[in-house]
């Protein structure tokens, strides 16, 4: 069973950025393709970014193509997520997890399980 960890989210200005951290444990090795997803108030979890296994694949939510850059590093089981020009619809509870297939628009149902963990807040406002 894997595990993921989020962190990195925090509070920044519009037009700022931030790094997020996805740590992965368990059998690692068995992690293929990975996603970001996330959570607005009031709103349902919407998928922003995913990666394949190899790294070689990736996609995004067409808000943010463009300003988003998704990787891995599976020397570190970490998947990361580097967001610039951050715009306040951006503000929202972040998840990483493990996906069944990487996908445009990334959708929610491609995720593996519905076991959710703690995320990291992002918080866009001047």
């Known amino acids: 069973q894997l595990q993921f960890v989020e962190s990195g989210g925090g509070l920044v200005q519009p037009g700022g950025s931030l790094r997020l951290s996805c740590v992965v444990s368990?059998?690692?090795?068995?992690?293929?393709?990975v996603g970001w997803f996330r959570q607005a108030p009031g709103k349902e979890r919407e998928g922003v970014s995913c990666?394949?296994?190899?790294?070689?694949?990736?996609h995004y939510v067409d808000s943010v193509n463009g300003r988003f850059t998704i990787s891995r590093d599976d020397a570190k089981d970490t998947v990361y997520l580097q967001m610039d020009d951050l715009k306040p619809e951006d503000t929202g509870i972040y998840y990483c997890?493990?996906?069944?297939?990487?996908?445009?628009?990334?959708?929610?149902?491609?995720?593996?399980?519905?076991?959710w963990g703690q995320g990291t807040q992002v918080t866009v406002s001047s």
């Open positions: 368990g059998v690692t090795r068995e992690l293929g393709a």
């Open positions: 997890t493990a996906v069944l297939v990487c996908i445009h628009p990334v959708p929610p149902s491609i995720a593996r399980s519905d076991d």
């Open positions: 990666i394949s296994s190899t790294g070689m694949n990736t």
